[in-house]
């Protein structure tokens, strides 16, 4: 037991610093804590998440998700949910890489380690890139931000009397459902003009005879900041954990960990926070992409 | 030591193989259920996220159970740590349920804005989409 603590503390010292009998969890101090941590962790993102449902659900209307997030690098449009799907399997794939370093650090692979977390790395970069450019494309391109919310969804039948020169043009038809982008042009909204239609599509006549017309309203104001707030603090949560596996695969490459001879276990424990980015990934996917 | 390490390699690529499934039958599911695969068919919604509730729950327990070797702790770590999780069931359903009330406290004003309106003014046309319905008040 002596002899295995003080390996763990490292060499050098010769102090025992657990007098307790056996450890009932089995598991390293460090490994223990940082499970605490993801537990707290996972209440802070849950806490988020809840807040995002509730004002949600208590919104009449919500951005659907696949005409949101339709836009995929190279100006390709109308490709709804492909690039978060791409984002979710650079994740999903740099999860499995990490697994592998660890694997390799039970076999005290110095070198296995090494080439594994260099790929999770590249995964977690490559995985923030995306997003900030889902983020562009989402504040410079559709002018979204926390405040303004362009995308709106239309609660009755209708008929456009303009166009807006993308997707919508003079005379185009909806129905309850529909969502839209409103754009906006050098600084100035252009929130569409349209008459109203009955739903067999004849057009709604007001008291005085004037047809009713209405205009494209803006969605739901919260959508921008519960996005960019989750989104951000999940990104954030991966830039902290790409800064990490960078400095513990300097320490395994340098020869660190050799000497402690306990499997690697730092890394085993930066797998652990790393795993934990990808389970959050999976509840952001499913509230802010699938449903 | 060699064979435990030639499994757990097995096992690691098999995980990853059945998260990559579930995350495109997700996809797919999420897609076709809004009427893009097949025209003109659509799923409910409280189908749709129950399924995909279900799927991503799946995808949880592998992560944590595989990925991160919960299955290898003893009881007790697995209990401090996923027993809390279960305090969370009380917080979803009782702040979804709130917001739903305020869904339907939002929709009630907005009612009652649009009858001051009709009251309010002889100005035909300005009139926001009035339902015979709306005056049953």
């Known amino acids: ?291 | 030591m060699a064979q435990d390490y030639e499994m757990s390699k097995k096992v690691a690529i098999k995980i990853i193989t059945v998260l990559a499934v579930i995350t495109i039958a997700e996809v797919l599911f999420a897609l076709a259920g809004k009427g893009y695969i097949v025209d003109g068919w659509h799923v409910p919604t409280v189908i749709m996220a129950g399924v995909m509730i279900i799927f991503s729950v799946v995808k949880a327990y592998l992560i944590v159970y595989e990925f991160m070797h919960m299955k290898y702790e003893v009881s007790g770590l697995v209990k401090s740590v996923l027993l809390p999780m279960f305090l969370l069931a009380w917080a979803i359903i009782a702040f979804l349920y709130e917001g739903m009330a305020w869904k339907g406290n939002r929709t009630t004003i907005q009612d009652r804005n649009e009858i001051d309106l009709s009251s309010l003014s002889d100005q035909s046309g300005m009139m926001y989409n009035l339902k015979e319905t709306d005056l049953d008040y």
């Open chain 1, 1 to 291: 037991m002596a002899d295995t603590l003080t390996r763990a503390t490292g060499d050098h010292h010769n102090e025992v610093t657990w007098d307790g009998a056996s450890q009932p969890f089995k598991a390293s101090y460090g490994k223990l804590m940082m499970w605490y941590f993801l537990l707290s962790d996972a209440f802070t993102f849950s806490g988020f998440l809840i807040a995002y449902g509730t004002l949600r659900v208590s919104s009449p209307t919500w951005p659907v998700p696949d005409f949101v997030f339709s836009t995929f690098p190279g100006g390709i449009h109308h490709a709804p949910l492909l690039f978060v799907t791409l984002m979710t399997f650079i994740l999903l794939a740099s999860s499995f890489t990490m697994v592998r370093a660890v694997q390799e650090g039970h076999q005290e692979n110095k070198n296995g380690v090494v080439f594994w977390m260099v790929l999770t790395i590249i995964g977690g970069a490559a995985f923030l890139g995306c997003q900030a450019w889902e983020w562009n494309n989402l504040i410079m391109e559709e002018s979204v931000s926390y405040h303004t919310n362009p995308f709106g969804t239309h609660t009755e039948h209708g008929r456009y009397l303009e166009g807006d020169g993308h997707d919508i043009s003079a005379g185009d038809t909806f129905g309850p459902g529909d969502s839209y982008l409103i754009h906006n042009h050098n600084g100035g909204w252009h929130n569409l003009p349209y008459e109203v239609l009955d739903a067999k599509g004849n057009s709604m006549i007001g008291e005085g005879g004037a047809p009713v017309k209405g205009e494209q309203a803006f969605g739901p104001k919260a959508f921008g900041a519960l996005f960019f707030c989750i989104t951000g603090f999940h990104g954030f949560h991966v830039f902290s954990g790409v800064a990490f596996l960078l400095i513990i695969c300097i320490n395994a490459a340098s020869g660190l960990y050799v000497d402690r001879k306990n499997g690697y276990e730092m890394v085993e424990k930066i797998g652990l926070y790393w795993h934990f980015v990808d389970l959050v990934w999976v509840f952001v996917f499913l509230v802010f992409y699938l449903i």
